[in-house]
């Protein structure tokens, strides 16, 4: 990968990380993410309707990436029910570039050098290393919110190889973007206006610049890693798209209060040496 694409993954791994800072201090996250996902498809109108229209070898896996991610909202909503959020989101999103590296050379012929394979599994170690210690006060709950993490990576693996060759085929990578936008946000955005009508309406008059101002980030965070997965080998770019959770643990530190501890110095070493394995490689 070019050093231009590495900059951009980490900023859309540092805008991933804010709008999940912004939705996590909320306690009904339906409701929060429905009112996120509702101004990112506000966003994506004007787009889709200036934008020429992608490929019609890209639609199916538009269609394929929406139902998909609507499979990961799922699981992940389930997670955070049943485990701690600074356990089971890392474990998530650590788990994920090592399936996307599997299906990348499955479905796409993408093959990997003996050491970039290494520093994706190295950094996604650290990754996942932030998910561990601590007490959890319900060992069923933390073991259903492991396997709701592991479903939760599953798919975030599944769009991640769906889109990086959807976009491949769109020859418009942006109104891919903005369209994904469209079939993602509808979805959830619907669900939570009818299961959670008032709550809804509430939050979205109590929390609107909030919800812009997540929808923003969400839209950047998830559009510049699909623009560099047309770009460059997927395991590669969703390895430092998950660096998101790191960042999310400095958030945590600098903003929240949050103790820095030897783990996350750990994690972040790691991360770092996977980085460094996978430009070498």
């Given at each position: 990968m070019s050093g231009e694409i590495v900059a951009l993954v980490l900023v859309a791994a540092l805008a991933h990380a804010s709008w999940n800072a912004l939705a996590k201090s909320d306690d009904d996250r339906l409701v929060t993410l429905g009112?996120?996902?509702?101004?990112?498809?506000?966003?994506?109108?004007?787009?889709?309707?200036?934008?020429?229209?992608?490929?019609?070898?890209?639609?199916?896996?538009?269609?394929?990436?929406?139902?998909?991610?609507?499979?990961?909202?799922?699981?992940?909503?389930?997670?955070?029910?049943?485990?701690?959020?600074?356990?089971?989101?890392p474990l998530a999103r650590g788990l994920s570039?090592?399936?996307?590296?599997?299906?990348?050379?499955?479905?796409?012929?993408?093959?990997?050098?003996?050491?970039?394979?290494?520093?994706?599994?190295i950094a996604c170690a650290?990754?996942?290393?932030?998910?561990?210690?601590?007490?959890?006060?319900?060992?069923?709950?933390?073991?259903?919110?492991?396997?709701?993490?592991?479903?939760?990576?599953?798919f975030i693996a599944g769009y991640t190889v769906t889109d990086a060759m959807?976009?491949?085929?769109?020859?418009?990578?942006?109104?891919?973007?903005?369209?994904?936008?469209?079939?993602n946000g509808l979805p959830l955005?619907?669900?939570?206006?009818?299961?959670?009508?008032?709550?809804?309406?509430?939050h979205l008059a109590a929390r609107a610049w909030k919800s812009a101002a997540g929808g923003l980030l969400q839209l950047s965070a998830y559009g510049l890693v699909v623009w560099a997965l047309a770009l460059a080998p997927m395991a590669a770019v969703s390895a430092l798209r998950e660096t998101?959770?790191?960042?999310?643990?400095?958030?945590?530190?600098?903003?929240?209060?949050d103790p820095l501890g030897t783990r996350r110095i750990l994690a972040a070493a790691l991360v770092a040496s996977g980085i460094m394995m996978m430009e070498w490689g």
């Open positions: 009112a996120i996902n509702a101004f990112r498809f506000l966003l994506c109108i004007p787009l889709v309707l200036a934008l020429p229209i992608p490929a019609r070898a890209s639609w199916p896996y538009l269609v394929i990436s929406a139902i998909l991610h609507i499979g990961y909202y799922i699981f992940l909503i389930r997670a955070y029910r049943f485990g701690d959020l600074s356990k089971v989101y570039p090592l399936l996307v590296a599997v299906g990348a050379f499955v479905f796409a012929g993408e093959r990997l050098s003996a050491i970039a394979m290494a520093g994706v599994g650290g990754i996942a290393s932030l998910s561990m210690g601590g007490a959890q006060a319900h060992a069923g709950n933390h073991r259903r919110g492991v396997f709701f993490a592991a479903g939760a990576a599953l959807g976009v491949r085929l769109s020859d418009a990578a942006v109104s891919y973007v903005a369209w994904l936008g469209i079939l955005l619907l669900v939570a206006a009818v299961v959670r009508r008032g709550a809804f309406t509430r998101s959770v790191l960042f999310a643990a400095i958030i945590g530190v600098k903003l929240l209060g």
